[in-house]
């Protein structure tokens, strides 16, 4: 019987001493991916695995909105599941919605929530103010903007409301509640943004004391009845640099002298619900501040057109103007294309008569800066005459309409053409846009394969499409295109067809194929006020 040569001896394996840990695994590596992450994608990540779900969890929560409460079938309201989930996590939280009906549970979250650093109210009542006092070291932004046409938990006595509505404040809180909340506010030592409707700040002792706070701030924002006294004429108020006065009940002049005691500002939210505002004298006063002005936003105002062209006169540096329903006009246009065509980045015209699709048209030819344009129309001939130089362009909010020297389809695949040239594009709306008009205008886009909306495969960039309020041959090839072509679609606003059971089958087959992609039927306007982030 052999022996086996010890050298032909098959060595025993050792044992590898190296770390096989997968890098996706280790916590510290989670940490730095997290902030990273949009919150859909969280909510996938969470169910990977055990060691995901405990690294993943507390960005889960960061930022909460509290859901609305559903009425059931019954007639009884239903339950809100994630109270509890809330309650477990509340340490994780740094931003909390709530809606208008969510203020009753707060104190059922409250003790567990001792870390928010932004915190919006959809309603002003006294349930709020414990989790004011309990975070007053953390918050640093908080809005109090309820619903106009929510009525307050706390009835007015019918004198108190009949006194009130002599003086135009038909939504105001009771002087107990509003000096309850105001020395919450004040005693908020790290606030930064704060933005108040409905308070009803009217002794001249809260005003002064109101104001005399909002020396520290760098955002305000006052709607409605937030302040119903005048604010006072001999204070100045240096670090704001951005503030905001939206249908305020104080006077014009005093809105005015405000402005004027805020040197440094760079945005400007002047909004009066068809009145006229005396834009023209705080531009004169403003071309000699201290900051030039970078965003200005008087929607909704009836200045005229002269009078806006020399308020932009005097604001070269201009980079964002929202004139949604004004009488922005040709004037207007020239003082824009004369002074800022190179800065402006942002143009809101939608609503305004007088921009006509001639003066649309020039002012994409000529301000190459642009990045986000919004108005009524744009005819084709003027689009075919005029050519674009804004190709950085990221939001066009527009409607294409007839008439053509051209035929339909060659048209079409023109208006495609040139859509597709903007392949920064991140959000094309080609319907009405949430116009505050009870018109609307056909657009001569099919929205089909068939008629060149194949073409648009070049906007890989974009997240948003809409096509609200506009006739359309969407089927299932145009819904596989746009999935296919668009991969970082997120939002598709609009009704995909007249027939419920085919849309409910397109939904489901967007759902199926890419589930991070939302469909939402109506397209609400709102255009978030100029705030310094």
Sequence with gaps: MSTANPHQQQQAPTKDTTNNTNPLLLPEILWQIGPH??????????????????????FLFQRVALPKRK????????????????????AHIRHLVCSPDSNTILRQITPQCTAVETLVLGKITPEVLPILRLCRNTLTRLEMTPNPHSNSTTTLTQTYQRSLSVLGYSQVLPRSETTALLGAILDLPHLDHLV??????????????????????????????????????????????????????????????????????????????????PIQALSRT???????????????????DE???????????????????????????????????????????????????????????????????????????????????????????????????MSKAATQLAIYNRIATLKRLRLLSLGRYGSTSR????????????????????????????FCQMYHS????????????????????????VDRDRTAFMESYIQHVRP??????????????GRVE
């Excluded at 169910?47 to 779900?53: D, E, H, M, V, Y």
């Excluded at 824009?336 to 007088?354: H, N, Q």
């Excluded at 969407?474 to 609009?494: A, N, Q, T, Y």
Aim: a negative charge; charged letters at 20%; aromatic letters at 8%.
């Design 439 to 466: 018109w609307s205008v056909r657009s001569i886009l099919h929205l089909s394969l068939n008629h060149g909306f194949g073409l648009l495969a070049p906007l890989t960039e974009l997240r948003e499409f809409d």
């Design 71 to 90: 009425l059931l079938p019954s007639g009884k309201f239903g339950t809100r599941p994630m109270i509890t989930a809330i309650q477990r996590n509340g």
């Design 196 to 277: 108040l409707d409905y308070l009803g700040l009217r002794d001249p002792a809260q005003v002064l004391s109101f104001f005399d706070y909002c020396k520290r701030l760098s955002t305000l924002e006052l709607h409605n009845n937030a302040v119903l006294a005048q604010a006072p004429h001999a204070m100045e108020l240096d670090c704001l640099q951005s503030l905001s006065l939206i249908d305020s009940s104080m006077p014009l002049a005093d809105q005015m002298m405000l402005f004027l005691q805020c040197p440094y500002l760079d945005h400007v939210v002047w909004r009066k619900d068809g009145a006229t505002i």
């Design 37 to 58: 992450l949009e919150q859909q994608h969280i909510a996938h990540c969470v169910l990977a695995c055990k060691t995901w779900n405990t690294t993943f969890t507390p």
């Design 516 to 529: 991070g992609v939302r469909v939402k039927h109506n397209l609400k306007y709102q255009r978030a006020s």
């Design 286 to 304: 403003w071309s000699s501040g201290l900051r030039p002005l970078k965003l200005l936003d008087v929607a909704n105002v009836k200045v005229p």
């Design 307 to 405: 009078g806006l062209a020399e308020a932009l006169a005097h604001f070269p540096r201009l980079e964002q103007f929202i004139a949604r329903d004004t009488l922005f006009g040709s004037l207007s246009k020239q003082a824009i294309v004369d002074a800022m065509r190179s800065t402006l980045e942002v143009l809101d015209l939608v609503d305004c008569p007088a921009a006509t699709s001639e003066v649309v048209a020039e002012i994409m030819s000529l301000c190459w800066s642009l990045k986000s344009i919004s108005a009524d129309s744009l005819r084709v001939l003027d689009v075919l005459e005029n050519k674009w130089v804004c190709s950085d362009l990221e939001e066009l909010r527009v409607v294409f309409i007839g008439p053509s020297v």
């Design 474 to 497: 969407i089927g299932m090839d145009e819904v596989k295109f746009m999935l296919k072509s668009w991969p970082k679609l997120e939002v598709i606003h609009g009704i995909l067809s």
